[in-house]
């Protein structure tokens, strides 16, 4: 893996940049679809592509359980399985055995945890944690750490720091047992809300010089400010010249307040789940297709939008195909919400090539928050 | 409407031809792809195309419940509402007031029925059937008929087609009254199991000189033989020289016999429905695709497929989607189905063209019931 910074933003800490991966080269800022059991709700991997997707997520916690290393192992991992040629980054499972298993137990050596599915017992740790991501095959494998949830006291995220540390060095060494060219490891940043912790906890990964960072714990129910502060905390204390992934974040407002702290990538499922409520992002800020008003209303959901929804239909088709519950209304509505994050994350990057990212994010929120 | 006979089979009742409507050429014999509340299930528009789908088909019943006449109008009806340009057929919605409405009342001015979305009142006359599919805009109409129900005693099939043909004489003076080029109307015949009731349907339709005729109350529980019979008496006694239209049918290998006894036009949910189940047509005969022995089966679901699951996905993907209940599973597996029925319509009356029909459904129904 390799990563350069292209352009800095002279009066933020944002920048544009270069990523090149096994898979391809990916532009950042980025926004990356979820496809979390090896596919993005509904929408096929030409759809993706035409999109502009140029990387796309998977997750280890379901791939595990379903199809499982056997069947992934025997496809050469996710992209021979999916059909997806493009650039793939997993997250390690560990945000999902604490918040989809009930029933879990973490010790020093990992977590040990029931299949939401049927019950069966497993247990995940830092070593096996980057088996299964060898298995899936990924371009970029993430470290097995505890998500610290929120609120967390200060001994508790600290404890959850210095765990996730202690396992980011396992992870590491496990990684550097195989092909290191073939998938890049990050490390996640963890601390809460607290600004030593986060410093600390950069600081211990940057010692184990990943070839990129993560901040974890975040979008788990702390304010949009505390969101912003752990983002800033983080990324003030990571290498400049390595990428910074946001997990799990979020709302348009979040990724160019993110941007400007210096993040690379981003991933979140709110498009998709939107979508699925008949809730869509538009130049003017967010809209319910379901509402009354759109029964009758010939223009597309969003006028100034490009993609498949909106130049093939009108805001009155979806209103039907919502409210009759076809389901087409949730295709369409995902290829309009992911539309718009990818493409967010293309103009932001393009006013930073063109040093004009202030500018382009004081305007665009002056719309998107017009209504 | 224009439809004229190409070619016909030396050694039975198939024939090919082209049918010509306000939007477009259909080439008969043709698979319509059921569209029920203008949308065929999760596909878009250009998907249908890609499949070779020439005519979908529309619901009045439920186009009536939802969207509504009074969005229909303002939309000019189902192709500008729903963005396809190809042709369209709907049926009358005498199926569904009783088959989807438990509450409804026949006399003989129409049928009185309770919404089943919310309960609400309403009343279906052959008139008002006729004023909606106006709405609706669709090329080609049905009239409003009496589906007899399975089994039903000669007494009962009788009143039904007595009744089906004074509905039909009145919904072909509503026809009249309008633009008889820009939406033809096809005559329904009913008349149960029974030989003497379904000449005697097709005949008292015929009088009535419609563009095209129906054959109605067929796959609602008979028997394949029963379905044959029926199909074959009720072209025996319709003009050769109009399309005919074998409702609600069928199966890869009904489809085949009712061509022979001279059906030219077919619907059917099944293809959508099976896909739902993860039952897939292929050359062999069905498989089902959540069977274990998938797992991990790199072939596509029919080597010898052009669609675009088989194109792009092995059976191992299809059956892990179909395994965690992705909306990519019903997707794919609804494209699959739907290129097999409408490709089988196509390849049968490339056969009719090169006079090889026999040999031709000979080897398909070989491979097909292989297993």
Excluded at 205 to 221: K, N, W
């Amino acid at each position: 893996m390799k990563f350069r910074v292209t352009h800095q933003d002279p009066h933020s800490s944002a920048r544009a940049g270069v990523l090149e991966l096994p898979h391809g080269t990916v532009e950042t800022p980025v926004f990356m679809p979820v496809g979390t059991q090896a596919s993005v709700k509904s929408l096929s991997n030409n759809e993706l592509e035409a999109l502009g997707a140029q990387i796309i997520l998977g997750n280890t916690f379901h791939l595990y359980l379903r199809p499982g290393v056997d069947v992934l192992d025997y496809f050469r991992g996710i992209h021979g399985f999916m059909g997806w040629n493009r650039p793939v980054l997993t997250d390690s499972g560990g945000f999902q055995v604490f918040s989809l298993s009930k029933l879990n137990k973490v010790t020093e050596e990992g977590v040990a945890f029931k299949s939401p599915v049927d019950g069966s017992a497993h247990f995940f740790s830092p070593e096996s944690a980057i088996d299964i991501q060898r298995s899936i095959g990924a371009d970029i494998m993430m470290c097995f750490d505890e998500c610290t949830e929120y609120p967390a006291a200060y001994d508790r995220a600290a404890f959850s720091v210095g765990l996730t540390s202690r396992w980011a060095r396992r992870c590491r060494d496990r990684w550097l047992e195989g092909d290191t060219e073939k998938q890049a490891l990050f490390g996640i940043v963890q601390g809460s809300v607290y600004e030593s912790l986060r410093r600390e906890s950069a600081e211990a990964l940057q010692e184990l010089d990943f070839p990129g960072y993560a901040i974890g714990g975040v979008s788990v129910g702390e304010s949009k400010e505390e969101m912003q502060a752990a983002t800033g905390w983080a990324t003030a204390f990571l290498p400049a010249d390595k990428p910074r992934y946001l997990m799990g974040v979020g709302a348009p407002e979040d990724l160019l307040a993110a941007i400007e702290k210096g993040v690379d990538m981003f991933d979140c499922v709110m498009p998709t789940r939107n979508a699925r409520h008949g809730n869509l992002f538009t130049r003017y800020g967010r809209i319910n297709i379901k509402n009354a008003r759109f029964a009758k209303d010939g223009l597309p959901v969003d006028p100034d939008c490009g993609c498949p929804a909106c130049r093939n239909h009108s805001r009155a088709y979806l209103h039907h195909l919502f409210r009759v519950g076809e389901l087409l209304s949730q295709r369409l509505n995902t290829l309009h919400n992911l539309y718009f994050m990818i493409q967010l994350a293309i103009r932001a990057r393009r006013a930073l090539c063109s040093g004009t990212y202030t500018g382009f994010k004081t305007a665009f929120l002056q719309d998107y928050h017009q209504k």
